[in-house]
């Protein structure tokens, strides 16, 4: 049973968080003294109050698949805002996401994810999202984990959207491991193009066995891209 009322309130209050951690990231950027580590641990922070706010009753499961020292192309369902602080609550602040380039145009918010090293993305064309997505190896290079929400957009049902191709063709040209990441419940929480928010919401976070690019071998590259696909896919849905 899901807990009675929704808040505009609530909203408003994680919005707030938000803008609270950007507006330093873009002055520090402007001074030149903005780092990654600072990004992180301002992820991390920004994560935890949300996550507290939103009294999000949260469960993990699979922790043990994600072993230290290994960097993974992160992919998972997407259903809600609440997904970003949520996996930023479980897996630390050292991830950069791909993001539609729409809300790089936000004021402020905008500036400060493409000082953060978030990556910018144009879903309505194909190309130049492929070329914005070859920026992203230079954060895994340096040991960054990548989300990525393949859907590329926030599921109004919860049902799983069609895929996009590109963090595929990513993750194969690096040979990092692909970890799926199944969110349950967000969409509880805030619904696709809501604005009231729900406390004291179940959420359930389960991170699968990692995907080896080392299987694909042999492939030619249509069929290696497929072929993962539809692994993470199968592994995110399993849970759903």
């Not at 130049?128 to 290079?141: D, E, M, N, P």
Request: glycine share 8%.
């Amino acid at each position: 049973m899901l807990p009675a009322g929704k808040s505009l309130f609530l909203s408003l209050r994680n919005v707030y968080e938000t803008l609270a951690v950007s507006a330093p990231t873009v002055v520090d950027a402007y001074r030149g003294k903005l780092t990654a580590k600072t990004c992180d641990e301002r992820l991390e922070n920004w994560a935890s109050r949300v996550i507290r706010n939103a009294e999000i009753l949260l469960t993990v499961r699979g922790r043990e698949n994600m072993q230290p020292g290994v960097t993974y192309v992160l992919m998972s369902n997407h259903q809600s805002h609440y997904d970003v602080a949520v996996l930023y609550y479980v897996l630390g602040g050292n991830v950069r996401m791909v993001a539609k380039k729409e809300l790089f145009d936000l004021p402020l918010f905008g500036r400060a994810i493409k000082d953060a090293g978030f990556i910018s993305v144009d879903r309505g064309n194909t190309e130049k999202a492929i070329a914005s997505l070859a920026g992203a190896k230079a954060h895994l290079a340096r040991g960054t984990h990548l989300w990525i929400a393949p859907e590329g957009t926030r599921s109004p049902s919860g049902d799983l959207l069609p895929f996009k191709k590109g963090g595929f063709h990513i993750a194969l040209d690096m040979k990092m491991p692909v970890l799926p990441i199944t969110i349950r419940g967000t969409r509880e929480v805030l619904r696709a193009n809501a604005m009231r928010s729900r406390p004291g919401v179940e959420v359930e976070l389960t991170i699968h066995a990692p995907i080896d690019m080392n299987d694909f071998q042999g492939m030619d590259r249509r069929s290696a891209r497929d072929a993962l696909m539809e692994r993470v896919r199968t592994a995110i849905a399993s849970v759903l």
